[in-house]
């Protein structure tokens, strides 16, 4: 299995990254929060990997800490969760936001995020409660990832990248394309359009 990889950051269109290790390119998908806090194209980058073996596929996720990564595992023993609804997860909010809507017991901020119906919700809040208190919530899982680089999309296009991402994350891309024009982009990163947008949903 692939704990941990290292090497240059060819492509970063979220949430699909490719990582250039010594002439061989791996293929990863990793949480917004990840994605927006790597450096540039063509810089070295470190991530914490998690890797996927089904019949017809190998599939990498990478994470910017071990924090972020311990609770994607965490959320993909639930069940009805899976790799994509726990990317969609840390990509809907911050882990502290996360975790502290599973100690509230809120279940209707949960719903928000796509592919996260009212069973869903309170079956995370059941099994996740457990698992956190388990882990030491306080702990590493309440890590932010790495301070993202002032020019890391300075040649993407914002709104479509941050519509790109929300189609990744399950939303239709009319609704997706709406979300956005709803939000001033002047000036915002690709993040900060993408977060606007999640709460405009």
Do not use: C, W
């Not at 959320?75 to 509230?104: C, W, Y």
């Not at 890590?143 to 999309?153: D, V, W």
């Not at 479509?160 to 394309?177: R, T």
Request: charged residues 20%; proline residues 4%.
């Amino acid at each position: 299995m692939i704990g941990r990889i290292q090497g240059l950051l060819i492509e970063n269109k979220a949430p699909d990254l490719l990582i250039d290790v010594q002439g061989v390119g791996y293929e990863l998908q990793a949480p917004l929060s990840t994605a927006f806090a790597l450096p540039g194209l063509g810089d070295s980058v470190t991530l914490h990997t998690h890797m996927v073996v089904r019949e017809d596929a190998q599939l990498l996720y990478g994470f910017a800490t071990r924090g972020e990564r311990t609770l994607f595992r965490t959320l993909i023993k639930i069940n009805g969760v899976g790799p994509k609804l726990a990317l969609a997860i840390l990509s809907g909010m911050e882990t502290s936001r996360f975790v502290q809507l599973i100690h509230d017991q809120d279940p209707g901020a949960l719903v928000k995020i796509p592919g996260v119906g009212k069973k869903t919700a309170e079956r995370l809040i059941v099994e996740m409660k457990d698992k956190l208190n388990a882990l030491g919530s306080a702990g590493s899982l309440l890590i932010t990832p790495l301070e993202a680089h002032a020019n890391s999309f300075a040649l993407l296009n914002a709104q479509q990248d941050a519509e790109s991402a929300l189609i990744a994350l399950g939303y239709k891309p009319a609704q997706a394309a709406k979300a956005v024009t709803t939000v001033s982009t002047d000036g915002m990163t690709s993040e900060a359009i993408i977060r606007a947008a999640l709460k405009a949903l």
